[in-house]
């Protein structure tokens, strides 16, 4: 029983030379390439839905990378991917200072990136005590809806910084140690 040829379904005859990919049978003038329609001869790409381009217009067809901040593209491999796109390391900047991020920490905020510095200066909550803002990542205890760096959150009579979730807030809104209750 002779098979068929997935490009043009002609029935295979004795002596047809055949090319087969992916479990599909192609008359060998039949496999050609989608852009430039020549039979394939050697190395190929699948592009789906049983089309294939030759290495010589996969070559010519290379996918050009742009940046998506300035449209220019990429010519080599040192970009960032931001949210799934390409972006120059020189574009990739803080929303605020437009300081370039490449190399550095970032924090997001209203899906923009902001340095460390812009995001702490606009947007970190605040010590109640001291009112220096915490830096992204570092521990802070809360009381009374008010936040804290831990070596702030001290007792208000001997001063030793309270560590444990044993204190006691007195009528004039100071905290006291176990030790000091």
Do not use: W
């Not at 760096?149 to 007195?170: A, P, T």
């Amino acid at each position: 029983m002779s098979t068929r040829c997935a490009y043009c379904e002609k029935r295979f005859e004795n002596g047809d030379r055949k090319s087969k990919y992916n479990n599909l049978e192609y008359h060998q003038d039949c496999f050609r390439c989608s852009s430039c329609h020549q039979p394939i001869k050697q190395s190929f790409y699948n592009l789906g839905n049983n089309e294939y381009r030759c290495s010589d217009c996969q070559k010519k067809d290379q996918v050009i990378i742009k940046c998506n901040r300035c449209s220019k593209s990429i010519n080599d491999s040192s970009y960032i991917e931001y949210k799934g796109e390409p972006i120059h390391g020189d574009c990739f900047t803080c929303h605020s200072c437009l300081e370039p991020l490449g190399n550095m920490i970032y924090v997001e905020h209203d899906e923009q990136p902001y340095c460390v510095s812009c995001h702490m200066n606009q947007f970190a909550q605040t010590c109640a005590v001291c009112e220096r803002p915490f830096p992204p990542g570092v521990s802070t205890r809360k009381c009374d809806n008010q936040y804290f760096h831990i070596e702030c959150f001290r007792c208000f009579q001997c001063g030793k910084i309270i560590l444990s979730k044993n204190y006691l807030v007195n009528r004039d809104q100071q905290r006291l140690c176990d030790m000091c209750t």
